[in-house]
């Protein structure tokens, strides 16, 4: 919540196995009285991997989309953070547990960039991870309704949706302080726990 001076805070995650789907019909539109229908089913054409580092302070997202999602398109992310950050600020980077960033490459490629840091976010906290609610905003407004015949029309759908909003980037807002947070899950917790057979 307090990020240092004279650094970019980034939130960094991938989005794996996007898949490009071609509705078998097209949608049908909203009525008044009616919201808008579609079959169930679709033809799937392919997937990619999109790459995304949202910049805490401003909201502004640096992507990059690839077909595989290995260390090597990580690593290769990662130079492009790098190329879009000045030289002397630091780059503090908040990451989930996931596997990527603990090969060997990426740590080589770490250890040689001191003003690099990473922070973990902690198991079961994706909650908290910003990029997190960023993918859910791209999912629900841009990928799950739209429709793909090719993969590259996915890509250009992502590509447009990351550009609009980095024009002109506004910061996101927590509506809810830590503690409101907290409680609400602890109270989820006891409703849970109370609803369970013994």
Not at 80 to 96: K, S, Y
Not at 111 to 134: D, M, N, Q
Request: aromatic letters at 12%.
């Amino acid at each position: 919540m307090n990020p240092p001076e004279h650094a970019l805070v980034f939130c960094v995650d991938e989005k794996s196995q996007i898949q490009a789907l071609d509705r078998t019909q097209p949608l049908w539109p909203w009525r008044p009285g009616q919201v808008e229908r579609g079959t169930h089913d679709y033809k799937r054409q392919g997937t990619t991997s999109l790459f995304a580092a949202l910049e805490w302070k401003t909201n502004r997202v640096i992507g990059q989309l690839h077909r595989r999602h290995r260390s090597q398109e990580f690593r290769h992310f990662l130079d492009t953070i790098e190329a879009n950050v000045p030289a002397p600020l630091d780059v503090p980077i908040v990451r989930d547990n996931y596997g990527t960033p603990k090969t060997a490459i990426i740590r080589k490629w770490f250890a040689k960039r001191p003003r690099f840091g990473v922070h973990f976010t902690p198991t079961y906290g994706s909650w908290i991870h910003l990029v997190e609610r960023w993918f859910a905003e791209i999912t629900n407004r841009r990928i799950r309704r739209g429709v793909f015949r090719r993969v590259k029309e996915l890509e250009a759908a992502i590509r447009e949706y990351i550009a609009v909003p980095n024009e002109d980037p506004k910061p996101f807002v927590w509506t809810r302080t830590a503690d409101q947070i907290l409680d609400s899950i602890a109270r989820y917790a006891q409703r849970t726990a109370a609803a369970q057979p013994s």
